[in-house]
């Protein structure tokens, strides 16, 4: 289970979110979006990676549909 507000990264997705705050994000709003949408993602994936990219500067809708799977997952379990 992943601790509240704690994410682990490696480096190229680090460096590529640098890079995004820096010359893509419009507002703070922007960086908080990614925040939230590392700490939700991190409760599924032990070390998030660049192929998690597009799904953390997304709107989310990717990582609701994450925790539906996960949900319908245990329901069939």
Excluded: C, W
């Amino acid at each position: 289970m992943n601790p509240k507000d704690t994410i682990k990264l490696d480096v190229p997705l680090f460096i590529r979110l640098l890079e995004y705050a820096r010359e893509d994000a419009k507002d703070d709003m922007d960086l908080h979006r990614v925040a939230e949408n590392a700490i939700d993602l991190s409760r599924f994936a032990e070390t998030l990676g660049m192929i998690d990219y597009d799904t953390l500067i997304g709107d989310g809708e990717a990582i609701e549909e994450i925790k539906r799977m996960q949900r319908l997952a245990g329901i069939l379990k």
